[in-house]
């Protein structure tokens, strides 16, 4: 009885920790990813790539490209990053200097680049057949304003890193590739190994891709691990080990299995059996110290119920402490996923702040202060903007799960108003609203829907500062099938050239300093994953016209 409690107990506590020591393992692969994904599309819509591409290349301009590839290289933190010509040519490197540079290589049998030619972002992983190091490729295209493609950038993470510091003490861990093959393990001898035997076809398209260049891929016969299954035993005739699997094919193309050492279970079982018999032992010592001293009885007693506090005070603070980490692992994971965006917003002001600040010392030398002064005025502006976007941070900080449920419409309208109040009062906007009573509910998730009210309110209260009478309405209203909320002003409108545009990332009308282009279409992808729509079109009588379309709750739903 004491044998089969004790281990149930231990089987639980060693799932409970192979569970967290996953879900953070998880969570920090993701985050190394997801954090440069953004990289490529950024850089295959700047000025530097698109500059050369358009020009006849010479020796200068690849010198240059090249430094400026170096350097978004080394801020990046990221292993390398290149350019290729539409046939597959590497012309421009953050290696160039390196003996082993890509410049010169021709990549055309990469699947990375294949997709990208097909106007695709893509993500791939492979052994590099030219540093021989493992890495995690994503790659976008680089298109005229008419759509075509006139090259592939490439940027590649480093797996080595990510490898070292997914370690956890008493727990092993593999990641396999969609085939089963061993992409990544604290355990360097299972590497390149497949779960199971390859079929001839899917050795054959390993072979083409050369994921792997020419590495045999034999079987990891050490292991008798089923792909693909969520949990299971196995060992590798030294240990045995429970097995925990989590699918990461949509997003990295990968299988994530964590191993946690049986022994953890074996070893609490036998100290507890060794404690059972020593409390079996002790029950008689007492029994015996009962009968020879009664006051000796009430002295151990009271000894023993001391213990047992301390001990119970011990394991509620270390069960607290480990609750805390979860916690702190959790937000640093959320913040991970944050860090592309921000990584946008600040780097235009970053080199924006390094261009002014060497015209400066520049017309310094020159004797022209006036014209530095001015120059340093422009910096204070720009560390202002990076002030703002970082306190945006906090703003946003409230993370959502994505989980679409029944929302009050009409108080999210009403949070929102109440965080763009003071921009209201200070722009002295009249604002009217109409609000049907059959719109109260709909399908949303309530940050995400706060969030874009909230961008929606704050581009009205800007587009109608150049007018004498300025003016916003917002309607609530039942089509059909929807739910709409249309925030309409009496603004200049969008012009016919800029409304094809209005939803791409970085278009924006505004003056330089007023924004990135990033909230419009972010707000049409939280619309678009909510299952809902963000369109505009210019009203009859001048202004603007935001309609945001919602799935409506049942009838009588309340949240």
């Known amino acids: 009885m004491v044998h089969h409690t004790v281990k149930q107990n231990a089987v639980a506590h060693l799932e409970r920790e192979a569970r967290n020591a996953l879900t953070r393992l998880h969570g920090h692969l993701l985050g190394a990813l997801e954090s440069r994904a953004y990289l490529p599309s950024l850089l295959a819509t700047g000025h530097e790539i698109n500059a050369f591409l358009e020009q006849a290349p010479s020796a200068q301009s690849i010198e240059a490209l090249n430094h400026y590839l170096e350097q978004a290289n080394r801020i990046a933190e990221t292993a390398d990053i290149y350019l290729m010509q539409t046939d597959g040519l590497t012309i421009a490197a953050s290696n160039w200097q390196s003996p082993t540079t890509f410049i010169g290589k021709n990549f055309a049998f990469r699947p990375y680049f294949q997709e990208a030619m097909q106007n695709q972002t893509s993500r791939y992983y492979a052994l590099g057949t030219t540093s021989g190091e493992r890495g995690y490729y994503f790659s976008a295209p680089v298109k005229t304003r008419d759509g075509e493609i006139k090259g592939v950038v490439v940027v590649k993470v480093a797996v080595d890193p990510l490898e070292n510091l997914a370690k956890y003490p008493g727990m092993n861990f593999i990641v396999t590739d969609s085939d089963d093959v061993v992409f990544m393990s604290d355990r360097k001898e299972w590497h390149y190994h497949a779960l199971q035997p390859?079929?001839?076809?899917?050795?054959?398209?390993?072979?083409?891709?050369?994921?792997?260049?020419?590495?045999?891929?034999?079987?990891?016969?050490?292991?008798?691990?089923?792909?693909?299954?969520?949990?299971?035993?196995?060992?590798?005739?030294?240990?045995?080990?429970?097995?925990?699997?989590?699918?990461?094919?949509?997003?990295?193309?990968?299988?994530?299995?964590?191993?946690?050492?049986?022994?953890?279970?074996?070893?609490?079982?036998?100290?507890?059996?060794?404690?059972?018999?020593?409390?079996?032992?002790?029950?008689?010592?007492?029994?015996?110290?009962?009968?020879?001293?009664?006051?000796?009885?009430?002295?151990?007693?009271?000894?023993?119920?001391?213990?047992?506090?301390?001990?119970?005070?011990?394991?509620?603070?270390?069960?607290?402490?480990?609750?805390?980490?979860?916690?702190?692992?959790?937000?640093?994971?959320?913040?991970?996923?944050?860090?592309?965006?921000?990584?946008?917003?600040?780097?235009?002001?970053?080199?924006?702040?390094?261009?002014?600040?060497?015209?400066?010392?520049?017309?310094?030398?020159?004797?022209?202060?006036?014209?530095?002064?001015?120059?340093?005025?422009?910096?204070?502006?720009?560390?202002?903007?990076?002030?703002?976007?970082?306190?945006?941070?906090?703003?946003?900080?409230?993370?959502?799960?994505?989980?679409?449920?029944?929302?009050?419409?009409?108080y999210a309208v009403d949070s929102a108003l109440s965080i763009m109040q003071p921009k209201l009062t200070h722009s002295r906007v009249h604002l009217t609203q109409q609000r049907a009573d059959n719109t109260r509910y709909v399908k949303a998730d309530i940050v995400w829907l706060e969030q874009i009210l909230v961008n929606l309110i704050s581009n009205a209260i800007e587009a109608v500062q150049e007018q004498h009478d300025q003016q916003m309405w917002i309607t609530l209203q039942t089509t059909t099938t929807h739910v709409t909320v249309s925030i309409q002003d009496n603004g200049t409108g969008i012009s016919e050239t800029a409304m094809p545009h209005v939803f791409e990332a970085f278009f924006t009308t505004k003056t330089i300093g007023k924004g990135l282009g990033l909230g419009l279409s972010i707000s049409y992808r939280l619309a678009k994953d909510m299952h809902g729509h963000l369109g505009v079109c210019n009203a009859p009588a001048g202004g603007a016209i935001f309609t945001l379309s919602l799935q409506p709750a049942s009838s009588g739903a309340t949240p």
């Open 198 to 410: 390859l079929t001839p076809e899917k050795l054959a398209t390993v072979r083409q891709s050369r994921r792997y260049d020419d590495r045999e891929i034999p079987p990891l016969t050490v292991l008798n691990l089923q792909p693909g299954q969520h949990e299971q035993r196995t060992n590798d005739l030294k240990h045995d080990y429970l097995v925990l699997y989590q699918d990461m094919r949509t997003t990295a193309g990968w299988q994530l299995y964590l191993l946690a050492d049986w022994k953890h279970v074996t070893r609490t079982v036998s100290v507890a059996l060794g404690l059972a018999g020593i409390m079996l032992l002790l029950s008689i010592l007492l029994m015996y110290l009962l009968w020879k001293n009664q006051r000796q009885r009430r002295d151990y007693e009271q000894r023993t119920r001391e213990e047992l506090a301390a001990l119970v005070e011990e394991r509620t603070r270390e069960l607290r402490q480990t609750q805390e980490e979860l916690v702190q692992a959790a937000k640093m994971a959320a913040l991970g996923q944050l860090s592309a965006g921000i990584n946008h917003e600040l780097n235009n002001p970053l080199t924006a702040i390094r261009a002014y600040a060497d015209n400066a010392v520049q017309f310094l030398d020159l004797g022209k202060p006036a014209i530095a002064r001015n120059n340093l005025c422009e910096i204070t502006g720009l560390t202002e903007r990076m002030a703002t976007i970082t306190r945006q941070l906090k703003t946003f900080s409230r993370k959502s799960s994505g989980q679409i449920e029944i929302c009050d419409l009409h």
